[in-house]
Each structure stands twice: as C-alpha cells, then as structure tokens.
C-alpha cells in the first residue's frame, strides 16, 4: 500500500487504536483524549478529543507545524496514537490526498502511482484512471514519469489518487497549493457537490468558505483542538471576541484583587478584632486569582522582514530574448523582449503545466538559451518544492552554508524572526512541516542577499497571517525580481513593473 493512501478498514487487524462505532450513525470520526509527540519534548496533541459528522466538510486550521498533517497521518493510521483513542464509524474507508508527492514516488508513472493506491492488483485499472483523471481535469499519459508534472498538475495527481478508491472520508492537506484559478474553481464545485466527509487543511480563505461548514482549530500553544460551527472567518472572529473577552475579565478581577488587597493591609494595621475580617478578604483575594482564565494565546506572525540585495547591481541583470513553453505536452520556442534591471519585477503569467517553474529552473541554473545573465549575479531561488534546501541539514547548517562566514547570532536571530526558534533550529529540514520549510527558504533569501530573486508559487504552505508580511517584503526588494504565483491576492500587494503571459 502507498505510504500516503490508507484505506482504513475496520476489519483488518492493524487498527489497534482506531476502534470502531456502532450505533452512532451521525458522528464518523471521534478523537477521543488523543496524545501524540514526536519523538520525545516535541508534543503535538494533548487529549484532544472532538468529533466529525458524517458528510460534513469541516476545515482544518492552526499555524505553521502545529500539527495539522500529523493529526491526518493519525487518522489514516499511518502513526499511532501515544494515548487516547480513536474512532472511526465501522467500515468507512479513509483516503488522503497529501501536502506534497513524497520523494520516492515522484520517479513512479503514472499507472504505478495510481496501481500503489491499492493493496492488491486491480485488473480494470485503466478506466479507474481515466475517470478520476477526468474528474480533476489532467491529461496525464500512464507511462509519464510523476516528476515530470508541474506543480500544479501533481496537485491534481494527488487529489485524484486520493479519489481512485471511492473513499468515504476524504482528507485533502493544502490541495489549492500549486492551483491556478481554473483548478481551484473546479475543486470547490466538486466539494461543494460531494455527499463525502471532507476534511480540509488551507490557508486559502476563500475556498474554504464555500464549501465547509465547521472548523477544527488546532492551537500551536495548548495542543487542543478546538471546535467551531461556521466558517473560516466566523472562526477567526469568535477567537478575537474570546481574547478580549478573557483579557476583560482577568483586568476586572486583577482591579478587585488590589482593592482588596488594600483593604487588607487597612484592617491587619487595626488590631486583633479586625484580623478576622482581613483572613476572609485573603480568602476571597484567593478565589479571584483563582478565577482568572488562561488567555488564549493568538498564533504568532513572522516580523516584518526585508531581503537585501547584493551590493554593486547595475545594468540590466537580466535579459530573456526567448523562452520554451510547453504545448499539447510538446515543447516550443516563443520569441519575448524582456530587460530586467536593478529594481524591477517581473510576473510571469500562465496556466498550469505550461512551464513556469522549469522556465525559472532553467534560468537559475544558466541552461535558459534565451537569457543571459550579468556577470556576478547572486541568484536566490525559492523553489516550488524546496529541493534547493538539503533536506538532510540541519536549519542551522541550511543558514550558515549561504554566509560568507560564520555568524551564531545573525543565524538564530533571522531564524528566530521566522519563527524557527529553540531545538527547531538544530532539526533536519526534512523533519520540518511543510510551511515551516518554506519559512525557512524566506531565512535564507534574508542572509542570501541576492541581486536576482526568482520566486516559485512563494505563499504555498505558508499560514495566511504571514502572507501580507512576505508580499511587503517583496514589493519592497530593490533588485532584480520574477514571481510566479497564482494568487492574486497576494500578488495585487507587490509592485509588478512588467508582466510575461505565457499562455
Ligand atoms: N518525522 C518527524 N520528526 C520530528 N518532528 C517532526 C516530524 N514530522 C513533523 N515534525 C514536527 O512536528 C510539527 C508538526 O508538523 P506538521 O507537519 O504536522 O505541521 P502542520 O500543522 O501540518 O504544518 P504546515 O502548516 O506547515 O503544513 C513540526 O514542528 C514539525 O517540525
Ligand atoms: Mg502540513
């Protein structure tokens, strides 16, 4: 079976900590006091317990490495539980559609890709294929190679996968990542009109909001999930109602606490008759700390930051004279007049699988024929995929490779400012989550200082309160720069000088 599609079925013996439910037949998963840590000190879940009904879409929020593809990999029982519980209705098959291809299933066809979905051999394949293939609008022939797909064609791969075995439940990690419009569209239609249980992690508010009707919030600080009827924004204004609500009772009880204090210290000062009276005000004074909540802590935002750019840029950094695109799965030359300077940023536009990122990657790399790069250039590339970071590095080895020499506390305060902070620093690459890496790869633009920025679809994975602050960065960045991103909202926020349709 493929590590990243579980078929749960409750019959077979693996399950040890799923159980199954009977005599519910409204609720169809239940955590029940679910701990889980990885590794030792590393607490993910605390007894966390809720539950999901079924055919319900519900969206799954937290911040970057709370924990949200962890709390997936529990259900699909790839990892176990340390503790608690959990149930799924008996019978009901799970199936994921995961945050990234792992790597050793990039080298797989397609026909292999799908076929490890399953745990025996399916003979009638190939029109199992074609049919979720149809659903998530890819033309995908069965012998193509997997890392021969964009972005945007692997997030459709994924979602089809996740397809191919009519699941009951369906869970989708960040399934907008890589999408243009036209995918992310066609996936909410399809969710929209889906009898299954979804459960969705995204940070992309609006597709959440049209489809799901309940949130899981997943809280870095606590552990807990917390539940809540309504959409990603009734969510977010609940949590804010809640802070000040809390913060508004403690400030009311800390001013009834010094009153009383005082009026202590006036009453111990009057003698013995009046001891007593002071006790019982010490006694109340008690029960007020007492009732004082714990606020709910807000998810942290990364520091407004700035990428330097390398000293000494002139001149046109960059000129493009043609580029190759890729057309019916065939590629060709298009003819382009592009000058990039110090100071200038470049979008480039089109739909996905016409070649953008092995644009970008050819460019990075000095094998585009119709780009010459000045002399000297410092190329910051933030990848798609994060395969320029070594994965087998720990942050802190990530950082310090890109400095000239050196520098403990430039390394941990830029890492820190991304929120990589404490033992993080000293975890592999590959250990991190998802948007952690890309936070990561911000890190090392920072201490880079490049003279070319080349950006690939630089909001995937990232948690949406960071987004605002990376787009002021890069509206910000004085040398030379290409984005490609299908987010309009995000790129509406950056100063694009020039932009290059493909299409
Ligand atoms: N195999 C592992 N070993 C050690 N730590 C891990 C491992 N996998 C994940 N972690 C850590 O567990 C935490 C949760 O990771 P997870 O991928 O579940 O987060 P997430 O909420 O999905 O984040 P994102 O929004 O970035 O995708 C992170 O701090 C991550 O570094
Ligand atoms: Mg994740």
């Known amino acids: 079976m493929g590590k990243f599609f579980a078929t749960v079925s409750f019959l077979c013996s693996f399950c040890y900590a799923l159980t199954t439910m009977a005599g519910n037949n409204d609720v169809i998963i239940r955590f029940e006091e679910v701990s889980f840590e990885h590794g030792h000190n590393k607490p993910i879940l605390k007894e966390v317990s809720f539950s999901v009904r079924t055919g319900s879409k519900v969206t799954v929020m937290g911040q970057n490495g709370a924990g949200k593809s962890t709390l997936f990999s529990l259900l699909t029982g790839e990892r176990k539980p340390d503790d608690g519980k959990i149930h799924v209705t008996r019978g009901a098959s799970i199936a994921i559609a995961r945050q990234v291809i792992p790597r050793d299933e990039l080298e797989l066809t397609v026909r292999a890709f799908f076929e490890c979905r399953f745990k025996e051999k399916v003979y009638d394949i190939e029109p199992k294929i074609a049919k979720v293939l149809e659903v998530v609008h890819l033309n995908a022939p069965l012998d193509r190679i997997v890392r021969s797909f964009s972005g945007g064609q692997q997030a459709r791969l994924l979602l089809a996968a996740a397809l191919i075995a009519e699941p009951d439940i369906l869970l989708l990690d960040e399934p907008t990542n890589n999408l243009d419009k036209a995918g992310i569209q066609h996936l909410t239609e399809f969710l929209i009109a889906s009898q299954k249980t979804c459960i969705v992690i995204s940070h992309d508010a609006d597709f959440l909001n049209a489809f799901t009707d309940g949130v899981l919030y997943l809280d870095i600080h606590t552990h807990v999930v917390e539940q809540y009827a309504g959409n990603y924004f009734d969510v977010l204004r609940d949590i804010t109602a809640r802070v000040e609500r809390e913060n508004r009772k403690n400030a009311q009880l800390a001013k009834s606490i010094q009153e009383n204090k005082d009026k202590v210290n006036f009453f111990a000062q009057k003698g013995s008759k009046m001891r007593l009276v002071a006790k019982r005000m010490r006694d109340k004074i008690e029960e007020m700390e007492e009732e004082k909540v714990d606020v709910r802590r807000e998810d942290k935002t990364i520091r407004p930051f700035v990428i330097p750019v390398q000293d000494g840029l002139g001149g046109d950094v960059l000129t493009l004279s043609s580029v190759r695109i890729i057309h019916d799965h065939k590629p060709k030359n298009k003819s382009v007049k592009v000058a990039l300077r110090k100071n200038k940023h470049l979008l480039l536009a089109g739909p996905n699988g016409i070649g953008k990122s092995t644009l970008l990657e050819s460019i990075a790399r000095g094998t585009c024929e119709g780009a010459t790069l000045a ?122 000088d020039e932009t290059l349709e493909l299409g």
């Open 375 to 496: 002399k000297g250039v410092t190329i910051g590339y933030y990848r798609q995929d994060f395969s320029t970071l070594n994965f087998d590095h720990t942050v802190y080895d990530e950082l310090k490779a890109v400095l000239p020499r050196e520098d403990e506390e430039k390394i941990r305060s830029t890492a820190a400012s991304f929120l990589i902070s404490g033992a993080l620093i000293y975890t592999k690459i590959g250990n991190l989550s998802e948007g952690q890496k890309g936070l990561v790869a911000f890190a090392r633009l920072v201490l880079e200082r490049p003279g070319l920025l080349i950006l690939d679809e630089p909001t995937n994975h990232i948690n949406f309160r960071h987004i605002p602050v990376i787009a002021k960065a890069l509206d910000q960045y004085e040398g030379a720069m290409i984005l490609v991103s299908h987010v309009p909202d995000f790129v509406k926020h950056i100063r694009i």
